[in-house]
Protein backbone atom coordinates (compact mmCIF):
# COMPACT_ATOMS: atom_id res chain seq x y z
CA UNK A 1 0.00 0.00 0.00
CA UNK A 2 1.28 3.97 -0.69
CA UNK A 3 0.47 6.40 1.59
CA UNK A 4 0.31 10.15 1.35
CA UNK A 5 0.92 12.48 4.39
CA UNK A 6 0.17 15.97 4.24
CA UNK A 7 0.91 18.27 7.31
CA UNK A 8 -0.55 21.69 7.35
CA UNK A 9 0.98 24.18 9.33
CA UNK A 10 -0.34 26.44 11.99
CA UNK A 11 -0.07 29.49 9.88
CA UNK A 12 -2.45 28.48 6.99
CA UNK A 13 -6.08 29.53 7.10
CA UNK A 14 -7.95 26.69 8.83
CA UNK A 15 -11.19 27.37 7.05
CA UNK A 16 -9.24 26.81 3.65
CA UNK A 17 -7.60 24.17 4.87
CA UNK A 18 -10.87 22.08 5.94
CA UNK A 19 -11.72 23.11 2.29
CA UNK A 20 -9.05 21.76 0.31
CA UNK A 21 -9.39 18.57 2.77
CA UNK A 22 -12.47 18.21 1.64
CA UNK A 23 -11.51 18.76 -1.77
CA UNK A 24 -8.78 16.60 -1.87
CA UNK A 25 -11.19 13.30 -0.33
CA UNK A 26 -13.74 13.81 -2.95
CA UNK A 27 -11.51 13.61 -5.27
CA UNK A 28 -8.93 10.46 -4.58
CA UNK A 29 -12.41 8.63 -4.06
CA UNK A 30 -12.78 8.59 -7.62
CA UNK A 31 -9.39 7.57 -8.11
CA UNK A 32 -8.63 3.59 -9.33
CA UNK A 33 -7.15 1.84 -5.99
CA UNK A 34 -7.99 4.27 -3.58
CA UNK A 35 -7.89 2.95 -0.06
CA UNK A 36 -9.16 5.48 2.97
CA UNK A 37 -8.59 8.86 3.50
CA UNK A 38 -8.25 10.48 7.02
CA UNK A 39 -7.95 13.83 8.49
CA UNK A 40 -6.41 14.85 12.20
CA UNK A 41 -9.10 16.12 14.97
CA UNK A 42 -8.80 18.54 17.07
CA UNK A 43 -5.14 20.16 18.29
CA UNK A 44 -2.43 17.18 17.90
CA UNK A 45 -0.65 15.54 20.88
CA UNK A 46 2.89 14.36 21.89
CA UNK A 47 6.12 15.66 21.81
CA UNK A 48 6.51 16.18 18.48
CA UNK A 49 3.41 18.80 18.51
CA UNK A 50 4.35 20.73 21.28
CA UNK A 51 5.88 23.20 19.00
CA UNK A 52 2.95 23.84 17.19
CA UNK A 53 4.09 24.60 13.56
CA UNK A 54 1.08 21.58 12.74
CA UNK A 55 -2.21 22.10 13.09
CA UNK A 56 -3.35 19.49 10.41
CA UNK A 57 -2.17 15.99 9.17
CA UNK A 58 -4.08 13.79 6.28
CA UNK A 59 -3.44 10.39 4.46
CA UNK A 60 -4.60 8.72 2.09
CA UNK A 61 -3.67 5.20 0.77
CA UNK A 62 -3.75 3.52 -2.23
CA UNK A 63 -3.08 0.06 -3.96
CA UNK A 64 0.12 0.81 -5.64
CA UNK A 65 2.85 3.67 -6.52
CA UNK A 66 1.06 3.65 -9.75
CA UNK A 67 -2.31 4.73 -8.41
CA UNK A 68 -0.89 6.82 -5.61
CA UNK A 69 0.53 9.07 -8.61
CA UNK A 70 -2.44 8.89 -10.54
CA UNK A 71 -4.44 10.36 -8.28
CA UNK A 72 -1.83 12.93 -7.55
CA UNK A 73 -1.45 14.38 -10.92
CA UNK A 74 -4.61 13.46 -12.43
CA UNK A 75 -6.29 16.42 -14.17
CA UNK A 76 -9.51 16.49 -11.78
CA UNK A 77 -7.24 17.25 -9.05
CA UNK A 78 -4.96 20.03 -10.43
CA UNK A 79 -7.02 22.90 -9.26
CA UNK A 80 -7.39 21.02 -5.76
CA UNK A 81 -3.48 20.64 -6.05
CA UNK A 82 -2.74 24.49 -6.79
CA UNK A 83 -5.29 25.11 -3.88
CA UNK A 84 -3.53 22.88 -1.42
CA UNK A 85 0.19 24.14 -2.28
CA UNK A 86 -0.73 27.67 -1.78
CA UNK A 87 -1.34 26.73 2.23
CA UNK A 88 2.44 25.49 2.29
CA UNK A 89 1.81 21.86 3.56
CA UNK A 90 4.70 19.66 3.83
CA UNK A 91 3.87 16.50 1.70
CA UNK A 92 5.25 12.70 1.62
CA UNK A 93 4.64 9.58 -0.30
CA UNK A 94 5.72 6.35 1.08
CA UNK A 95 5.41 2.50 0.72
CA UNK A 96 3.82 0.83 4.12
CA UNK A 97 3.15 -2.38 5.05
CA UNK A 98 1.84 -4.26 8.28
CA UNK A 99 4.21 -5.73 10.58
Sequence with gaps: ???TLSMYPKSADPAQVDE???RSAAAFKQSPGFQSFTTSVDALMGPGAKHGEVARVVVADFDTLEHA???LDAESF???RA???????THYL???REV
Aim: net charge neutral.
Design 1 to 3: MYR
Design 20 to 22: VVQ
Design 69 to 71: LGA
Design 78 to 80: REV
Design 83 to 89: AVERLGP
Design 94 to 96: FEC
